[in-house]
């Protein structure tokens, strides 16, 4: 048994029938365009991910400042 119930036979002959259908060119073109349009993904994430860590490095007095705005109350101080 191979993947669910499918043997690598099953997978030959439909991997036989597809190439027959489509050709080694449009398969091998449809391949590199996938690879290309992944590669693009992967790059724009990262670049999101550096302009997000790039801003962050930029502004660490004013988070510091906003955390710092806030009163702090005591137990004491509560109004009766």
Known sequence: MGLG?????????????????FGTKRLRGLGSDLGSAIKGFKKSMQDDDTA????????????????????????DQRPS
């Open 5 to 21: 119930g499918i043997s690598i036979w099953q997978l030959l002959i439909i991997l036989a029938i597809v190439v027959m259908l």
């Open 52 to 75: 997000a860590d790039g801003a962050k490095e930029e502004h660490p007095a004013e988070e510091r400042e906003e955390s710092d705005d806030t009163p702090a109350q005591d137990d």
